[in-house]
């Protein structure tokens, strides 16, 4: 599966809100792509790719607002509910990790339950799978249809779909692994011909205009340097880049989902009506 090309306008965002650092808050919007690719599995007519949704809903009503996942699972069926989108039995979730803020907004970071998040999600679309964030804690619940991946490769509806969650760190603090088991991770997968491999941490890389788009670099040697005949698509979050898709060297394209969601289809979108991705 490869992306021929991204719309750069949205079709629709998610207004939340976003704790903008010293008590602040601030109303922020993630913005929702379409992409088209070559080809889909049968029985899917799109997957949504998202992560970093370190936010809030906007309040309605009397009750507290959720986090910005729980949202975004809603908003995306009551697109699917408009004709916008394909119907969420057919469509797969993919989930790169950061899904936390802190329930009163009064600081960035910490961490936190997102079992909400993967059940909203888990429980409108045919399945969700991906990786935890540094910033996630998933507490034991029922998980039909979850599938959270470390190291692991799934097959669902015949797409192989594998990730490494995390990033490289102290293996003493929460998602955090040290810098050669989650690169022999991330190896192995390549080995094991993933389709799809889902990283909270990716890649550095080029970007169109030549700038230096922030990443790992190591994990983008081990991306380029596997030499596989057939590369996966890397969906990755973390940090955040201007240009959300990156081909590296050897066809490894790599999908930039930080505080922003894509929606994959086939390419019943004329590419030609897309920006295509920039090749450094």
């Given at each position: 599966?490869?992306?021929l090309a ?23 919007s ?9 080809r889909?599995?049968?029985g899917?007519?799109?997957?949504v790719a ?5 936010a809030?809903?906007v ?5 507290p607002?959720?986090?910005a996942?729980e ?7 009551g697109?699917?509910e408009r ?10 979730v993919?989930?790169?990790g ?9 600081r960035?970071?910490g961490a ?11 429980g409108?679309?045919r ?20 599938h ?6 799934h ?18 603090r929460?998602?955090?692994q ?5 690169l ?6 390549l ?8 990283l909270?941490e ?18 983008r040697?081990a ?7 057939r590369p ?9 880049w ?7 060297a050897?066809?490894?394209q ?5 505080a922003?969601v894509?929606?994959?289809?086939r390419?019943?979108i ?11």
């Amino acid at each position: 599966m490869r992306i021929l090309a991204v719309d750069p306008t949205p079709f629709d965002a998610l207004p939340v809100l976003n704790a903008a650092g010293r008590g602040r808050i601030e109303a922020i919007s993630y913005p929702v792509h379409r992409a088209a690719v070559d080809r889909l599995p049968e029985g899917l007519d799109a997957i949504v790719a998202a992560a970093d949704l370190q936010a809030l809903e906007v309040p309605v009503g009397p009750y507290p607002p959720r986090l910005a996942g729980e949202a975004l699972a809603e908003r995306l069926v009551g697109l699917a509910e408009r004709g916008d989108l394909p119907r969420p039995e057919r469509t797969g979730v993919l989930l790169a990790g950061d899904l936390y803020t802190v329930p009163d907004l009064k600081r960035r970071g910490g961490a936190g339950d997102v079992a909400a998040v993967w059940a909203a999600f888990a429980g409108r679309f045919r399945w969700v799978a991906g990786v935890l964030g540094n910033h996630d804690v998933l507490a034991p619940r029922d998980r039909v249809g979850v599938h959270v991946l470390d190291g692991e490769a799934h097959a669902l509806d015949g797409l192989r779909v594998g990730g490494v969650a995390g990033i490289v760190g102290n293996p003493d603090r929460l998602n955090r692994q040290d810098a050669a088991t989650f690169l022999g991770k991330v190896e192995a997968l390549l080995l094991e011909d993933v389709d799809v491999l889902v990283l909270h941490e990716g890649p550095d890389a080029a970007g169109p205009d030549g700038a230096h788009l922030r990443g790992n670099p190591d994990v983008r040697g081990a991306l380029v340097g596997a030499g596989v005949p057939r590369p996966p698509l890397v969906v990755c979050g973390h940090t955040w880049w201007p240009a959300p898709l990156v081909e590296l060297a050897g066809g490894v394209q790599v999908l930039k989902v930080d505080a922003r969601v894509v929606v994959l289809q086939r390419d019943q979108i004329p590419p030609s009506a897309f920006r295509t991705a920039p090749t450094p």
